[in-house]
């Protein structure tokens, strides 16, 4: 065999090899496809309303703190050592608890996120299911999340499951919620 035909045979294999492993990827869009789920959009706006009332919350303590400093400021030269003391004192210990309530609230593990996993993850959980039975019935190896952080140079459309998956799930796919 000459070198050419060899490098041919190669080149042949591998596209031949590249085209039907291909047919085996898919990919679907999560954010597309939550868009189109009356729970997610409600768990969405509660959770949002949540957090502007916890943030309210944090900014009222964090206000008072200002004010309580503020009035100690103007009040220091006319206080003892012992009342300065007391009131550096209640002024470091509300700004302590104030850091501790935006900890629990915003923090790692915190309750927005508890409320999150709450109210998220069994929504998330029917997706995945949904995604897995497109998958099954279309034979597909592999599904990637075009919305995560996979990096999409070029996906074609006819490779794009979200539909799918949203019809799955009971939807009407909507083209308008998705982001060009």
């Known amino acids: 065999m000459t070198m050419k035909k ?18 085996r990827f898919a990919y679907v869009d999560t954010e597309y496809i ?18 502007v009332q916890w943030q309210e919350e944090v900014d009222n303590r964090f206000a008072e703190i200002e004010k309580l400093y503020k009035k100690y400021q103007e009040d220091q030269v006319l206080l003892s ?6 009131r ?26 508890q409320e999150r996993v709450k109210l998220i993850q069994p929504i998330q959980e029917r997706v995945a299911q949904a995604i ?13 999340d075009k919305g995560s952080e996979v990096t999409f140079l070029y996906a074609n459309p006819r490779l794009d499951k ?9 939807y009407k796919p909507d083209p308008s919620l998705a982001e060009n």
Do not use: C, N
């Open 6 to 23: 060899i490098i041919g045979v190669v080149a042949l294999s591998i596209v031949a090899s590249s085209a039907a492993f291909a047919q």
């Open 34 to 51: 939550l868009k189109h789920i009356p729970e997610y959009i409600a768990a969405q706006k509660q959770l949002d309303a949540l957090s």
């Open 81 to 86: 050592q012992e009342m300065r003391r007391k």
């Open 88 to 113: 550096e004192d209640e002024i470091v210990l509300r700004e302590r608890e104030a850091k501790e309530f935006q900890r629990q609230k915003f923090g790692f593990e915190g309750d927005l996120f």
């Open 132 to 144: 897995q039975a497109v998958a099954t019935d279309q034979g597909l190896d592999i599904i990637l």
């Open 162 to 170: 979200s539909d799918d998956v949203i019809r799955r799930l009971g």
